[in-house]
């Protein structure tokens, strides 16, 4: 697997993606906001992409940043590679390219009464990578309840 930055090339694996978690984070693939994100974020060089040696998509991040604060916008890993390590590889990734520490990392992930908290492994794989859960955020744009999980970096 590599970890690479992704280009505008990319999109539709992003999209691809996208459409295997729609149902916890509400439409994406047919949102022109969500083009949009993507899109600035390659512009940027602050979109990863993970790749299996036959090129076929792992995983995918959106990042950005606040100094001294950094924020993970967006993160998906395909449902068939959830467990391999991809998604510690794409933070560990963000983390390398673009924290400069002391630094905090922020995510927005679920709330502990949303649908997709235990069935997505999203809270579990976070406070594994040593994230803390914070206060609770605004609902998501499906309704759903987020909260805020920080790292401190260095």
Not at 38 to 62: F, N, R, T
Not at 73 to 78: A, C, F, G, I, L
Not at 124 to 129: D, G, N, P, R, S
Request: aromatic share 10%.
């Amino acid at each position: 697997m590599i970890v690479r930055l992704a280009y505008e090339a990319d999109l539709p694996e992003f999209l691809s993606l996208a459409g295997q978690v729609e149902q916890w984070f509400g439409p994406m693939v047919d949102d022109a906001g969500f083009h949009a994100a993507v899109a600035e974020h390659m512009g940027e060089a602050k979109a990863l992409i993970a790749e299996a040696d036959d090129k076929s998509v792992l995983g995918a991040l959106l990042f950005g940043a606040a100094p001294p604060t950094y924020h993970l916008h967006w993160m998906v890993v395909s449902a068939r590679s959830r467990g391999t390590g991809v998604g510690r590889a794409l933070v560990a990734e963000a983390v390398h390219r673009y924290v400069r520490p002391p630094a905090t990392l922020e995510v927005i992930t679920f709330g502990p009464d949303h649908p997709g908290a235990i069935t997505s492994g999203a809270r579990a794989f976070y406070e594994h990578l040593g994230f803390t859960p914070g206060e609770a955020t605004e609902p998501g744009p499906e309704g759903g309840s987020r909260q805020v999980y920080r790292l401190v970096v260095g």
